[in-house]
């Protein structure tokens, strides 16, 4: 015992060392290689003494990507706030459930108020919520609630005896909503993806079609997913008109603020969310722009009750009705998962330390970077901007090298730009400059995605210099590289 607990005082210095400033971002190998050089770190046929295994951690880390580099512009997570590490250093070490008050009553009484102020913000002040791993299960989570409120009979019965629902969500929606669809037993085929203006926000002219063409089939439309903040161009929906539309076919409003939910805490950005008081439900992940480790993930509710009403099944073994102190402090049957993580407890750390004006200050920050980013690509030779005016902190753009400029851009023109890109990222990575996004979107070929986070905290000079690796990756290709 003495000897485990002398490696984990050891760790910090570790992770310290192995993140240090000088190490590189990544030092990429190829898998077949990986497994060769890490093969005996890997091994666990033989126990190993403390400092075998403190080297092979150390190798571990060494090939890991650092994610707390401003260079890790690779996802929409990237370094997590201090505060929020230390947050979930202490709740592993504390290793309790969330499900209920017995094993964890601070922890709860710490989720109740995190909820409650976020549930504020958002505003649903009489709302209900709970914290989940992620946005694909907060998904889930939103398509329970919806179906439930249509038809409370499906908990029992299932949906063999109910009409065919449609779930409606732009084709620039994330993903999650399809696997939600299978899962819950709609089909994919139940989803409609709805067509986006160049700017990547729902046509809600299209959404009014659809809904009222499936209403006239006897069709039951179920819930709409409008989304704050699309994964690639960082687009936010006309939520407003969303609102419009959900409450004119008493259909379920979700909106998916997974990456745009961040803006809320700008009294400045807050304003592009408008309309999303008007949704019945919101799922928000700081654990993206907001620094808080993974994962961290809020699903919100305007309706107080319901959470619990769908998703309770009544465990008399953990949820016992009889038990000596106030049970209503038993949150976790409104969850679907039996044993929760403390995610709450990482975001309130950082709330406890920032505060909402520290909050504002770094979401203005991080959208005056990205505003800097765009006006910057706009301008740059051999730079092209895919979407303006900026939404949620994202910039998308080619980047054109010089022997692609001034010809005629044809289909096969474009089929080259679209192996550029992603051979841009190649040099990049392979040489540790940046690891950088891209993808292609509808019509347009492979491009870019610049997203901006809290954390590490960037400033302008550190935009030029990822713009110039692009730029310098991109004029060492020649076409017959291609
Ligand atoms: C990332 C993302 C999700 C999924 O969140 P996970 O926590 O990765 O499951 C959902 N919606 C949007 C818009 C996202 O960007």
């Not at 690779?74 to 094993?103: C, H, K, M």
């Not at 992940?285 to 305007?302: D, E, I, T, V, Y």
């Not at 996004?437 to 997203?451: E, G, I, Q, T, V």
Request: net charge negative; aromatic share 10%.
């Amino acid at each position: 015992m003495e000897q485990e607990s002398s490696f984990l005082d050891r760790v910090l210095k570790i992770v310290k060392d192995e993140s240090a400033a000088h190490i590189p971002l990544v030092q990429f190998k190829h898998p077949k290689e990986l497994e060769v050089i890490l093969h005996d770190d890997i091994d666990i046929s033989e126990p190993v003494s403390d400092q075998d295994l403190e080297q092979s951690v150390r190798k571990v880390l060494h090939y890991s990507v650092k994610t707390n580099k401003s260079t890790f512009r690779n996802q929409l997570y990237g370094g997590t706030d201090p505060y929020g590490l230390a947050g979930a250093w202490i709740a592993e070490a504390f290793n309790t459930s969330q499900y209920t008050y017995e094993v964890a009553p601070v922890f709860t009484l710490i989720e109740n108020k995190m909820l409650d102020h976020i549930l504020k913000l958002f505003g649903f002040p009489d709302g209900d919520g709970i914290f989940s791993p992620g946005g694909s299960l907060s998904m889930l989570y939103a398509l329970v609630a919806a179906r439930y409120k249509a038809f409370p009979e499906v908990k029992a019965k299932g949906i063999r005896n109910l009409p065919e629902m449609v779930i409606y969500s732009s084709e620039g929606s994330h993903y999650s909503i399809m696997k939600a669809a299978h899962w819950l037993g709609f089909g994919t085929e139940s989803v409609r993806r709805i067509k986006c203006n160049q700017c990547g926000q729902m046509l809600t002219d299209e959404l009014e079609k659809a809904m009222t063409e499936d209403l006239s089939n006897n069709k039951v439309p179920i819930m709409v997913n409008g989304t704050a903040g699309t994964t690639v161009l960082g687009a936010i929906d006309n939520l407003e008109e969303v609102a419009r539309i959900c409450s004119k076919y008493n259909v379920w409003m979700h909106v998916d603020a997974c990456w745009g939910g961040s803006l809320i805490l700008s009294q400045k950005y807050r304003m592009k969310l408008k309309g999303i008081e008007q949704a019945n439900s919101i799922s928000w992940n700081p654990h993206k722009m907001a620094g808080a480790p993974l994962q961290c993930s809020l699903f919100l509710l305007k309706e107080k009750g319901l959470l619990h009403e769908a998703n309770a099944a009544a465990a008399q073994y953990l949820f016992q009705q009889d038990k000596f102190y106030d049970v209503r402090y038993d949150t976790g049957d409104k969850s679907i998962q039996c044993g929760r993580k403390i995610d709450a407890f990482k975001l309130w750390m950082i709330w406890k330390a920032r505060g909402d004006i520290g909050l504002n200050h770094m979401t203005d920050h991080v959208m005056e970077l990205a505003e800097f980013c765009m006006e910057t690509v706009a301008q740059k030779v051999g730079f092209r901007l895919v979407s303006a005016p900026l939404q949620c902190p994202n910039v998308c753009f080619w980047y054109i090298p010089t022997f692609m400029r001034h010809q005629k851009e044809d289909v096969k023109w474009w089929d080259l730009m679209h192996k550029i890109t992603p051979k841009i990222k190649e040099i990049l990575m392979t040489s540790s400059r940046l690891m950088v996004a891209y993808s292609p979107l509808r019509d347009h070929k492979n491009f870019f995605r610049l997203a901006f986070t809290f954390h590490p905290r960037l400033d302008e000079k550190e935009i030029i210099d990822m713009l110039q690796a692009i730029e310098d990756c991109g004029e060492m290709l020649s076409l017959d590289i291609l």
